[in-house]
């Protein structure tokens, strides 16, 4: 079955450590993305790529590194200049057209302690 | 810009009642309108969407949405709900121009009760 792949389900690390979490997809989507959920505060979209090899900031980048150099994988890294990164990370793809939905991951869970 | 009001953070309800999740967006432009479910960690489904036509939406497990432009709304409802409709509900809105990128309201958390 086609879908996403986010690992690990949930991630702990110590403060001033960067780390990444992975995002893989199957469905041959062109256009991947990650999103930030907090409690009260819905989704915010940390970066967002079109394309392989091509990835725009969202509303919230800073303190967050992405590449883009195959379709099916789209990794997230938070790095130590993100100053409150536990939350719970949602990556997502769609086909790219601008009516098309998005298909989401089961998320990653981050604590930073 | 877009932004995307869910007027009610937590909506308590009885199995077998009826119930209505607000949704009010603000755009300059024409949107695309959707409802995502998210049940306890996991990610989001969608439910239903809005593209264009009838302005009544249904999906296949009983809820419903109305588009209503001249309010700026698209409200989710559902005549009866059920124990296993119990999960957070997104409403999210994408600009009809340019990329695909959507706007997501705070959530509602639907309780059904027994």
């Known amino acids: 079955d086609g879908g996403i792949t986010q690992s690990p389900k949930y991630l702990f690390r110590k403060e001033g450590q960067n780390v990444t979490l992975s995002c893989e997809q199957n469905l041959n989507h062109d256009a991947m993305y990650w999103y930030r959920q907090d409690p009260g505060q819905g989704l915010r979209l940390i970066y967002y790529?079109?394309?392989?090899?091509?990835?725009q900031k969202g509303d919230i980048a800073e303190g967050y590194s992405v590449s883009r150099e195959k379709k099916e994988s789209f990794p997230l890294t938070v790095t130590s200049a993100q100053k409150n990164p536990t939350a719970f990370y949602l990556c997502?793809?769609?086909?790219?057209?601008?009516?098309?939905?998005?298909?989401f991951g089961n998320g990653t869970r981050l604590t930073v302690t | 810009a877009q932004s995307v009001t869910q007027l009610d953070s937590q909506v308590p309800v009885f199995e077998e009642a009826p119930v209505e999740l607000r949704c009010n967006y603000s755009s300059s432009v024409s949107v695309y309108l959707f409802w995502y479910v998210q049940y306890p960690n996991q990610g989001l489904q969608l439910l239903l969407k809005y593209l264009s036509g009838s302005t009544l939406v249904e999906s296949i497990n009983g809820f419903e949405a109305e588009f209503n432009k001249s309010q700026t709304s698209f409200h989710l409802r559902k005549p009866s709900v059920h124990i296993s409709d119990t999960a957070e509900y997104f409403c999210a809105v994408s600009p009809s121009g340019g990329y695909n990128k959507l706007i997501f309201g705070a959530g509602t958390r639907l309780a059904v009760h027994p």
């Open positions: 790529s079109q394309i392989v090899n091509d990835f």
């Open positions: 997502a793809s769609s086909i790219g057209e601008i009516n098309s939905p998005l298909h």
